[in-house]
């Protein structure tokens, strides 16, 4: 089965690769339970997947009643209790598959004032909360000189009629949606057996959206991860060729962020068995 987005296709290097969408097709949905599995991340591991500034409520409340206007109130049988007192970004999370980041301009900077983030890869609620886009972007190689300054100009343009969506990718030895750290993935690379590459390598995909949040003036970045079995693309020759080049053709900056060496010869590997001759 082909999987629902392939940014691989697109780009070898990073890119910005905003485009608008029509506001029907924001939140992909798709998934049965949100609330269950974001609840049992937020028992288990708060700091990870939640944090809030004291001040981001209003805008928080903004969030949940896109989402509602979106999807509806919240359906509650009347057999269960009463939820408790929800911040209203969880609120909405709740209802959706997506991570939910409210951004919010404080001293002249768009910055991370509240976050629901329960698919993160490699990084925690706790970390990046009250970040700025520039402080946020830090780790990826050269955002400052070639981005920041147009995403900080979309930031400030978005029209609340617009919905933009970008995707990225990224290849990785985990199934799991929440991934807060690098390191304890990377320690199994080397207990990976050659002939299971193509069902335990993962392409992992963010598709992401941007909207302006029109009475408070703040910005929902909502970021959805899909996950795919390399393998997955093993009976498709024209999209494993496709693959191919990409992990190929990738540049040295993107291969170099995304770790890519510590994958090439099981990925090599794997195309070298499922390639046509
Ligand atoms: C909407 C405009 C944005 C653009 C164009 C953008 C672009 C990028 C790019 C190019 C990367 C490198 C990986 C990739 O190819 O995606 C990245 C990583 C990242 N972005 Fe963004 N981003 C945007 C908004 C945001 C927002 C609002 C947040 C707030 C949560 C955010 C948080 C991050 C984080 C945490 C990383 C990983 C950094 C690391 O490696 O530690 N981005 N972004």
Redesign the pocket.
């Known amino acids: 089965m082909s999987p629902r987005h392939r940014p691989w296709e697109e780009a070898a290097d990073?890119?910005?690769?905003?485009r608008p969408i029509a506001p029907d097709d924001w939140l992909e949905g798709g998934e049965a339970d949100p609330a269950a599995r974001k609840d049992a991340l937020l028992a288990a591991h708060r700091g990870l997947v939640w944090a809030e500034k004291p001040d981001s409520r209003a805008g928080q409340a903004e969030v949940l009643e896109l989402v509602e206007a979106a999807l509806g109130p919240a359906p509650r049988p009347a057999d269960l209790p009463p939820l408790p007192n929800l911040p209203p970004l969880y609120a909405a999370a709740r209802r959706v598959a997506d991570d939910l980041?409210l951004?919010e301009k404080h001293d002249d900077q768009w910055r991370?004032t509240a976050?629901s983030l329960s698919a993160g890869?490699?990084?925690t609620a706790e970390e990046?909360i009250g970040r700025s886009?520039a402080e946020?972007?830090g780790?990826?190689t050269g955002?400052a000189d070639r981005?920041l300054v147009r995403?900080q100009r979309?930031f400030e343009g978005l029209r609340p009629e617009l919905v933009l969506e970008?995707r990225?990718w990224t290849l990785l030895n985990s199934a799991e949606l929440h991934t807060p750290s690098s390191a304890p993935i990377r320690a199994r690379i080397g207990e990976i057996e050659t002939a299971q590459a193509g069902a335990v390598l993962q392409l992992r995909v963010?598709r992401?959206t941007?909207r302006r949040l029109p009475v408070t003036g703040g910005a929902l970045?909502t970021i959805r991860v899909w996950l795919a079995s390399l393998s997955d693309l093993a009976d498709q020759p024209e999209r494993l060729a496709a693959f191919a080049r990409a992990w190929r053709g990738a540049t040295p900056q993107l291969r170099a962020?995304k770790r890519f060496d510590l994958y090439d010869d099981l990925v090599e590997g794997f195309l070298a068995r499922s390639l046509p001759a």
Not at 14 to 18: D, M, T
Request: glycine fraction near 4%; hydrophobic fraction near 60%.
């Open positions: 990073f890119q910005i690769g905003l980041c951004m991370l976050l890869s490699f990084f990046v886009l946020l972007h780790p990826v955002f981005f995403v979309i970008r990225n963010e992401q941007l970045f962020y």
